[in-house]
């Protein structure tokens, strides 16, 4: 004696948001029910578990069939097999699109190659997030790297255009298809300290201000590369460290500027080359796509350890950054100020995102 | 060539991909009509092709626009092969037809196939020139409107109702042709579903005639319906009732004057055109077929039919009895002309073929009494239907139904059958036909002079309660429950007892009928669903051997699920049922029985029993523990239904019944509301025999049965309540939230030696689980209330049981606002009730003067198995069957209890950018809450076939099926908005046929769904108040 066939059919489909988080963590339908009894739904209507058990199967086949649709959003919007509220179907996209970051953080940076899915296993195991759902979030990041990859236009515009995301979460894409596109080193053991939300900053502001994108508004341009131009110029900052006496003359600006104002002043000034050579340095191997990769591993290495060694407080940190970059407008013979502005924003604002325990 | 249909495909989203090298397709589409076919160029390498295509016309006769479906194939171009069919859209135009209805269909229509389901959408548009002279063409019937809704569409008046009609037609089913064995499923399939559309096509045209021959313009309560007889062929048929509709301007006010200038011509018109073409009606096989009257068996014909010229006079010197002065003398007045009155009607009535009316909701003042459920059935033998053009046997089967329906009416003192419907059920070559209905006195002469008379004898009595608010035009709310057949001559036994409203006349203890709660009826309290559930097993056997078989068990079959009926609906403190509903399904080796219906509490009827427990070793100390204790649950039941369903009696007379019946605690409430009308001694009498009716003793295995399923029905969770009519008593203020759901289970018994009590209590279970799962599920739209519940049984196979239903679940505002707005309302619904008289009264088209040709002779006896059905309808005639008597009154159709669409849903509003899809909304109400109906765009009746042939990598069954309605759905949702419109009114699901075979992994379902395509808009706020009943509490005890 069994139920051989059990379905229900709304004309407005009835989707449980607390199920559907619930299939979306890859939760098989007995784990699901198990965790929703505990979660109390059987107090409600005295519900017995077959009746939980029921309505969960139901709505995990209602899924399932909705996610071929969920693969390219728009077509949710316009198909007609289900009757779907429209507040309910950004909720549904947006979920679908959520991803753990500590998922996000295992595949930053990695090309997102079908090699990597192999990888998949290990990274549940480490996570503790399923199998399922860490293939339904690196397929994720597949499908929008792979429409996105080639379009024109900024690219966080073109991941809401094409799938339908909020704002907050179009930006996280953004970051992801950038570093993987970019394949920028993360999984060093000394950038395990860094969380998702660390890179996916210093993403938006590599994209904002590095990119060809960000300077040139013409559309035709992509967002997803780095500008080369820019990289190739940044050579010329090397006159910084390489001119004895500019370099000495920056130092003695930047401890003008600082002095009694930071606790670490000593060791600022005994180290002030040392720093200086390592971000004049990181600027000029950027022309080098492997070295472009290292960015972050050479700015942990170079700048955050030493400072961090020193015990400079994070407040040292963005007292020096804004004086060693605004100084150096005082020097007479630096003639590259726009390029050194543009370079040191960024570095400057990703240092000081990076600079945490 | 009266007519020129124009087609444009426009372009099409979201193709599959056909070609694999390029992951891309190169769409064509064909579009046909008729023998007549066109092409679209190839749109190369694209799943969204932009065909934009020229106007393809055809120019064809109006009988084949209203046979034929517009067939538009969609394909993939292959140079070297065969084009590869991508799917199909079928478009029935026959809602162009008609200049009311849609103008043109355009839109976006799911590209569907039948192995492979929906494959993407194509946008098309479809426009008709009709000719002018169409009229003049005898075979077509163009311009009849059709309508599932039972009861008169909102926004239209009728002008006549003509009553019955009715027609089938056959065919050979290409599944089971011989070229079934060498073509594809997919091109049978498609034969089978352009087969079974051409056959509608063609059913509804020849109703459509008939009408036109009746001279009405439309058909309302139309139910089509399939019988796949496999072998034997295929068989459509349908019944409906043809009127008159006059479209309301504005859905404002009519005038009277012209009301009846428009309906006296029309009737003049009419009468004689209806008794011409009656009898050289071809299809109305009235004379030519071998006439069994129908053989009342358990009690005499001749007593029966004696009583109808006596009866009546007894009736009336029974009611002035009651006393009441000048109520008294009224109706003594009214008495003769009464009688004249309803001997013309009936004569007039029974000279109609067949009295029947599929409405289950009525105009005002059309239902003057309600008798109780007529219902017949009869085991066929299937042949093969030699002759798709002479369906003569299938037409003379349902006669011999329909005739011994109109004699059990006519022996409850009814010359009508409302809320009629027909069913069947198939097994092999057995067939169960059922025909229901519910035996009404029907007030046709209600213009005329002399009517006022006949109104006011059976409304005296209430006139008192609701004199503030309607004058002595208004029908009180309990003249329906008023027996029509009178005490000394009843045709079975029955327990009467002085009507609790009006004191003046008898009503009977109980009351059971099929069509809605009449809006003005006086209920206390809510109603809820109330089901018996029942499976027998049956020995397996072939042929006639089977047929004798379930004829036997018929019987038996249909008296307990009455029991059952009976003993629940006591058990929730009611005393009526509505809508009832009740299923046979027949299987291989067991028979199985499912009736519905809604319980209320008529304040007109007697408060019901309790239901007493005996024992039958009475010495047994331990056992009368046990009896005392199921005694003690019971009524612990009771008490808490009525609590529940706030079924509050206001008791007057306890001291009254110095009963000596031992039964503790519901006694006192019983009966004898009021004290003062003195009358007979019968009626104390009366009450010790219906004390004993409810006597169950747990001995017996029925019993224990019927116990046990009576305890075992778990109550609504707070929040929700459930009917299967209409509209819910005592629930007023909807919200607009709605929700259509269509549920499906297949249970699968494998157990092969089951008793009747185990799979009692697996069906039971089944039933009950579905339900709790569909309280779960809507459980964020509470308050509800689950409307027109609909379940139907199948056994498709050996050892599985199939419940399919369908219902809308429907929010309500928790705070009955309408408390407050009391007095505000009563205003407002005298204004209603006046209006929709005023837009609603309509004559019966009757001829009054004929003599009735239908003489009760001796019934020739029959040599087929029908007769064990005459047995069963007798078996529950003599049992259950309760009169009650339709209050003439007054069923305000246009003006369903809505509520204002003050609290839109959240549903309905939309922000969300970039949703082109228009939100069309489905219910199987008529109605749409917070809303008003301004268009019926034409009928919507579709068959769909799914067949897979890779069962497990769909997800199995249930992920096979949900696909498909879910299909099912979105296709009728996009026929529904390419009409312009935003809702389906009336849906339901007629037809779930699923057969597996998990063993070589296929399976195929067809379903059949109907309703009626419609545009509503959103009332504002102020006027959506006007339209709410309120139901007065009755008073019942105050002497007027």
């Known amino acids: ?357 | 060539m009266p007519g020129k249909l124009k087609a444009k495909i426009v372009a099409g989203r979201h193709l599959p991909v056909m070609d694999r090298a390029s992951d891309l397709t190169d769409a064509f589409v064909e579009v046909k009509f008729g023998n007549t076919t066109f092409k679209t160029d190839v749109f190369p390498k694209s799943l969204n092709p932009q065909w934009n295509s020229e106007w393809f016309k055809f120019e064809v006769d109006d009988e084949d626009l209203q046979d034929e479906p517009l067939q538009i194939t969609v394909l993939d171009h292959d140079t070297y092969s065969a084009n590869d069919a991508i799917g199909k859209v079928y478009i029935d135009i026959d809602p162009l037809l008609s200049s009311e209805a849609a103008t043109v269909i355009s839109g976006w229509f799911p590209i569907y196939d039948t192995i492979h389901g929906i494959r993407g959408e194509i946008n098309v548009l479809v426009k008709v020139d009709l000719f002018n002279d169409l009229n003049r063409f005898r075979q077509s019937s163009c311009g009849v409107r059709f309508f599932c809704t039972t009861s008169i569409p909102l926004c239209y008046r009728a002008v006549v109702v003509h009553g019955f009609v009715e027609e089938l037609v056959v065919n050979e089913d290409p599944e089971y042709q011989w070229i079934d064995r060498i073509r594809t499923p997919r091109a049978s399939n498609e034969a089978r579903q352009r087969l079974i559309s051409l056959m509608s096509g063609e059913l509804q045209r020849k109703i459509g005639l008939k009408v036109l021959e009746m001279g009405g313009n439309a058909v309302v309560g139309y139910l089509q319906c399939f019988d796949l007889e496999g072998e034997s062929g295929l068989v459509v048929r349908a019944i409906g009732t043809a009127c008159t509709l006059e479209k309301l301007s504005g859905g404002g006010a009519t005038n009277n004057a012209q009301h009846t200038a428009n309906s006296s011509p029309s009737k003049d018109m009419k009468e004689p055109v209806f008794g011409d073409e009656c009898p050289s009606n071809p299809l109305s096989s009235g004379p030519s077929t071998p006439l069994r009257a129908p053989p009342f068996t358990s009690f005499s014909p001749s007593k029966s039919y004696s009583r109808q010229s006596s009866s009546s006079d007894t009736d009336i010197s029974l009611t002035p009895k009651t006393g009441m002065g000048s109520g008294g003398s009224a109706g003594k007045e009214a008495g003769p002309l009464k009688i004249l009155l309803r001997q013309q009607t009936q004569t007039a009535l029974e000279q109609r073929e067949f009295p029947f009316f599929t409405l289950t909701s009525f105009p005002q003042g059309f239902l003057l009494h309600v008798a109780g459920v007529v219902s017949a059935r009869s085991v066929k033998l299937l042949d093969r239907i030699h002759n798709p053009d002479e369906p003569e046997t299938r037409d003379a089967w349902w006669e011999e139904l329909r005739q011994e329906i109109k004699s059990h009416a006519r022996a409850l003192g009814c010359h009508a059958v409302v809320g009629y419907s027909e069913s069947t059920s198939i097994c092999e070559e057995v067939c169960i036909l059922s025909a229901s209905g519910t035996a009404a006195v029907l007030n046709c002469r209600f213009l005329q002079d002399g009517c006022l008379d006949v109104l006011s004898e059976h409304s005296r009595g209430v006139v008192v309660f609701f004199c503030n608010r309607c004058d002595d035009s208004a029908p009180p709310g309990c003249g329906f429950c008023h027996v029509p057949y009178d005490e000394l001559n009843m045709p079975f036994p029955a327990q009467l007892s002085p009507c609790c409203c009006c004191h003046r006349t008898k009503v009977p203890d109980v009351l059971f009928t099929t069509i809605d709660l009449p809006t003005d009826a006086q209920v206390t309290g809510k109603g809820c669903l109330i089901q018996a559930r029942l499976c027998r097993l049956k020995k397996k056997s072939q042929g006639e051997g089977n047929a004798t078989c379930i004829s036997n068990l018929l019987p038996f079959l249909e008296y307990e699920l009455h029991t059952q009926l009976l003993n629940k609906l006591k058990l929730c403190g009611m005393n009526a049922l509505f809508g009832l509903c009740i299923q046979i399904s027949v299987g291989e080796n067991m028979l199985v029985g499912l009736a519905s219906a809604t319980g209320v509490y008529l304040s007109a009827l007697p408060s019901p029993g309790g239901i007493q427990i005996a024992g039958k070793t009475p010495n047994d100390l331990t056992y009368d523990q046990h009896v005392s204790s199921i005694q003690r649950k019971i009524n612990d039941t009771i008490v808490k239904n009525r609590e529940l369903y706030e079924i509050h009696i206001t008791e007057v007379a306890e001291d009254v019944i110095g009963s000596p019946i031992p039964e503790p605690r519901q006694r006192s409430r019983l009966f004898r509301s009021h004290s003062e009308s003195s009358d007979e001694l019968s009626e104390l009498d009366l009450s010790h025999g219906k004390k004993d009716a409810f006597v169950l003793e747990i001995d017996d295995t029925d019993a224990v049965e019927d116990l046990h399923s009576l305890l075992t029905d778990a109550p609504t969770p707070p929040g929700f309540y459930s009917c299967n009519t209409e509209i819910m008593p005592g629930i007023y203020n909807w919200t607009s939230a709605i929700q259509m759901f269509t549920s499906v289970r297949v249970f699968r018994l494998n157990n092969a030696n089951l008793t009747n009590l185990g799979l009692n209590k697996i069906f039971n279970e089944l039933c009950e689980n579905l339900l709790k799962s569909l309280y779960f599920k809507l459980r964020s739209m509470v308050p509800c209330c689950l409307c027109r519940l609909n379940f139907t049984v199948a056994v498709p196979e050996d050892e599985l049981i199939q419940v399919a239903v369908t219902a809308v679940a429907m929010s309500f505002h928790k705070d009955q606002t309408q408390e407050a707005n009391k007095a505000a309302q009563a205003h407002s619904q005298m204004k209603a009730i006046a209006e929709t008289e005023e837009q609603l009264q309509f004559p019966l088209e009757l001829n009054a003067e004929s003599a009735s040709p239908l003489s009760p002779k001796g019934s020739a006896p029959s040599v087929d198995y029908s007769s064990f059905a005459d047995r069963c309808s007798s078996w529950i005639e003599q049992l259950r069957l309760r009169a009650h008597t339709i209050r003439r009154g007054s069923i305000k159709t246009s003006s369903s209890p809505l509520p204002e669409g003050r609290s839109r849903s959240l549903r309905s509003t939309r922000s969300f950018p970039g949703s082109s899809v228009s939100v069309v909304k489905m219910t199987p109400l008529s109605f749409i809450p917070g809303a008003k109906i301004v268009k019926y765009l034409g009928i919507i009746n579709m068959f769909f076939i799914r067949e897979t042939t890779s069962l497990r990598e769909e997800g199995g069954v249930s992920g096979f099926l949900h696909a498909f309605i879910a299909e099912v759905f979105a296709m009728v949702r996009a026929h529904v908005a390419a009409l312009g419109g935003n809702a389906v009114v009336s849906y339901s699901m007629k037809e779930c046929v699923f057969m597996e075979n998990p063993n070589k992994n296929q399976a195929q379902c067809l379903i059949n769904v109907s309703g009626d395509a419609v545009i509503f808009t959103r009332e504002s706020d102020q006027e959506g108040h006007l339209p709410q009943t309120s139901h007065p509490q009755p008073t019942e005890d105050t002497p007027p």
Request: hydrophobic letters at 40%; one cysteine or more.
């Open chain 1, 1 to 357: 004696m069994s139920v051989e066939l059990d379905v229900f059919v709304g004309n407005t489909t009835i989707m449980d948001e607390e199920v559907y988080q619930l299939w979306l963590d890859g939760y098989t339908v007995d784990d699901a029910v198990a965790v929703r009894m505990e979660g109390g739904a059987l107090q409600v209507f005295e519900a017995s578990m077959e009746v939980l058990h029921s309505d969960t199967m139901d709505q995990f086949r209602t899924f399932q069939m909705c996610e071929r649709l969920l693969y390219y959003p728009s077509k949710l919007t316009n198909q007609l097999l289900f009757q779907i509220p429209p507040q309910k179907q950004a909720m549904l996209i947006e979920r679908y699109y959520e991803f753990d970051s500590t998922f996000a953080r295992e595949v930053l940076g990695k090309k997102l190659s079908k090699g990597t899915k192999k990888d998949l296993d290990d990274i549940s195991t480490k996570t503790g997030i399923t199998l399922k759902s860490c293939r339904r979030q690196f397929d994720n990041f597949k499908r929008v790297f792979k429409v996105v990859e080639e379009l024109k236009g900024p690219l966080v515009e073109n991941v809401q255009h094409h799938f339908l995301l909020s704002d907050a979460l179009a930006r996280d894409y953004a970051a992801i298809v950038f570093f993987a596109n970019s394949r920028f080193e993360t999984g060093k053991r000394k950038l395990q300290y860094l969380s998702f939300q660390d890179f996916a900053f210093c993403a938006g502001q590599l994209i904002s201000n590095w990119t060809v994108g960000a300077v040139d508004n013409m559309m035709e341009d992509m967002d997803v590369d780095l500008e080369k131009d820019f990289l190739h110029n940044l050579k010329e900052l090397k006159i910084l460290i390489n001119d004895k006496d500019m370099l000495d003359q920056h130092r003695n600006l930047v401890c003008a500027q600082l002095r009694g104002k930071i606790t670490v002043f000593g060791e600022m000034e005994a180290n002030f080359k040392n720093l200086s050579r390592a971000l004049v340095n990181i600027a000029a191997k950027l022309t080098h796509t492997k070295d472009v990769r290292d960015l972050f591993i050479d700015l942990v290495e170079k700048f955050v350890e030493p400072c961090r060694s020193d015990r400079w407080a994070i407040g040292d940190v963005r007292l020096f950054l804004t004086h060693y970059t605004s100084t150096a407008h005082s020097l007479d013979s630096f003639r590259y100020q726009q390029i050194w502005e543009r370079y040191m924003g960024v570095i400057k604002s990703c240092i000081l995102k990076m600079y945490h325990d």
